[in-house]
């Protein structure tokens, strides 16, 4: 494996107390391996992924327990230093939102070479060739000239594509993406997700793609990891949860996509809200919103149930969802 998240829990302080945002988290990817991890907002995914990059804020976000194995080190036992340095060089991020992960007064060419001079000694010269090559490489049109040219200057879907020349300059051997594509048009979302899935597979790169659209990652991924409250409710090879999910929170997921042999029918949507961190339900903290909760579902929580080698349902029920 070239990470294993194992047990992993976060907590924050809040005014309303402490945010249990992380409650027990273990996941994996290899080398070449594409994981969604799949969740709505505050369902702990992004925290997470913070935590497995060390830019976690502290305070408030604090990590009580667990273990992130990259490449065979745990990097929660890593001094800052040698914490930067993997993830400068090992780990990269790309974020939903390019504009304000880019500095709006260096050109794009700039912000590229830098990476080359700061961290692997280039001259100035042989940087900014390399910054034109990787514009090229993630199909950036007439780069020799935009390399000159500011964040502003270019289109949403443009700008994106320069954070993933970013995240790949160093050719790390896991990039993080999280929500790379929830800000763009829904033909552009998929160009770029295109773009990175074969960027990935080229570099053989682990990727972990973090995302609240079940839509965007049939395609992409190998697995998918469904988080709810802090949580990992189902893991599973991505053609088995197309197949039948396992959980009823995956269900409602699944049943939340448009499609479009169904034009002009309301999307079923999951009845209700995510629960506040601070008071998570007690027993399966979905079942205030779960269409097969009973009572066992209010007072014992659902451990990760063994489905098959390679799948995992935190349902009691798992049988019955799975049945559909
Ligand atoms: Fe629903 Fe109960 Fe399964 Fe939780 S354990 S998902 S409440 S059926
Ligand atoms: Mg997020």
New binding site residues.
């Given amino acids: 494996m070239l990470l294993e998240v194992r047990d992993l829990h976060v907590e924050f302080r809040t005014r309303d107390g402490i945010a249990r945002a992380v409650n027990g988290v273990s996941y994996g990817v290899d080398a070449g391996e594409t994981l969604a991890v799949l969740g709505e907002s505050g369902s702990g995914k992004s925290v997470t992924a913070q935590a497995v990059m060390g830019i976690l804020d502290i305070p408030p976000g604090r990590i009580t327990g667990g273990e992130v194995i990259f490449q065979g080190r745990d990097l929660l036992k890593l001094k800052e230093e040698e914490r930067r340095r993997v993830r400068g060089a090992e780990m990269a991020m790309i974020f939903q939102d390019a504009l304000s992960s880019l500095n709006p007064v260096i050109s794009v060419g700039d912000q590229l070479a830098e990476m080359f001079t700061v961290h692997r000694g280039m001259s100035r010269k042989d940087a900014r060739a390399r910054a034109v090559e990787l514009m090229d490489r993630v199909r950036i049109p007439a780069a020799r000239e935009r390399v000159r040219q500011y964040p502003h200057q270019f289109s949403g879907g443009m700008r994106q594509r320069i954070m993933i020349a970013m995240a790949l300059a160093l050719e790390p051997a896991l990039i993080i993406a999280d929500e790379p594509t929830t800000a763009l048009d829904v033909t552009v979302q998929a160009q770029v997700m295109e773009l990175l899935a074969e960027l990935q597979r080229e570099l053989r790169m682990g990727l972990i793609l973090i995302t609240h659209d079940l839509g965007v990652v049939a395609d992409v991924a190998d697995r998918i990891a469904v988080m709810y409250a802090g949580r990992i ?1 189902e893991s599973a090879p991505v053609h088995d949860i197309y197949k039948a999910p396992a ?3 995956t269900r409602g997921l699944l049943d939340s996509i448009p499609r479009l042999d169904q034009k002009g029918q309301e999307l079923y949507a999951i009845k209700g809200l995510p629960p506040s961190l601070t008071h998570i339900p007690p ?5 205030p919103r ?5 009572d ?3 007072t014992d929580e ?1 451990p990760l149930y063994e489905v098959s080698a390679t799948r995992g349902s ?5 049988r ?2 799975l049945n559909g």
């Fill in positions: 409710v959980h009823p929170y027993g399966c903290a979905f079942h779960c269409p097969l909760a009973r066992v579902c209010r659902p935190a349902c009691h029920f798992w019955e969802c």
